[in-house]
């Protein structure tokens, strides 16, 4: 694998449902970010960890729970959705997040259906 | 604080006609400002980016931005169209604090044979 992976690809779930959602960056970086992108709206950034710390939180409801446990890997954890939060999940890396001219490199995104 | 404008959600060209699309930005510090392109079912890729130095920048794809600050500017523009362009466009500009970007709402480029 290379770059930025996302799985899963596609994802349906009911309110009241558990799911994660996994990210995983094949390129040595040290920061990794969740951004929502919704239909006709700007991509919104939700967290964003530094060397498996967090360092932002966009206001973000806590159904929203993210974990970042090397780093490499990055989740977002699921619960008692509602349907307003279906929308593409990016994830994305950077070599630092303290270094704003650091690209971003994104994954695929995961898909979610809120039903 | 910072933001980012793009004016147009939707541009169509011809096939070999010149590409622009607008991008204004907001900034209360020197900015540093990215262009990203996403095809359908992808994540976000680079095009190009502005840093510090010359402020015509080239990037991936024969694409161009030009950073003008009287103008707070950051068009991005393409000689010729070729089909494959047809994708979302974002313009991007980095937060005060260095820890993310904030992205504009997305142009949609349709180029027709």
């Known amino acids: 694998e290379t770059g930025v992976t996302q799985t899963p690809r596609h994802l349906v779930m009911g309110m009241t449902n558990k799911k994660s959602l996994k990210c995983e960056q094949h390129?040595?970086?040290?920061?990794m970010y969740w951004y929502k992108q919704s239909a006709k709206k700007p991509l919104e950034l939700m967290f964003v960890y530094s060397l498996e710390e967090r360092v932002e939180n966009n206001s973000v409801p806590s159904r929203f729970s993210p974990e970042c446990p090397n780093s490499s890997h990055l989740f977002l954890h699921l619960h008692t959705l509602q349907p307003e939060d279906s929308a593409l999940y990016l994830c994305a890396s950077s070599q630092d997040s303290g270094l704003s001219y650091n690209e971003q490199f994104f994954g695929p995104g995961t898909r979610l259906t809120v039903l | 604080a910072q933001s980012v404008t793009q004016l147009g959600s939707h541009v169509s060209v011809s096939e070999g006609a010149l590409v622009l699309l607008r991008c204004n930005y907001s900034s209360s510090v020197p900015p540093y400002l990215f262009w990203y392109v996403q095809y359908p079912n992808q994540g976000l890729q680079l095009l190009l980016k502005?840093?510090?130095?010359?402020?015509l920048v080239k990037g991936i794809n024969g694409f161009e931005a030009e950073f003008k600050k009287s103008e707070t500017s950051f068009h991005l523009t393409k000689p010729s169209a070729h089909m494959s362009d047809a994708a979302e466009y974002f313009c991007a500009v980095s937060n005060q604090a260095g820890t993310a970007l904030i992205f504009g709402k997305g142009t949609t480029l349709s180029v027709s044979s």
């Open positions: 390129l040595g970086h040290n920061a």
């Open positions: 502005y840093t510090t130095g010359a402020t």
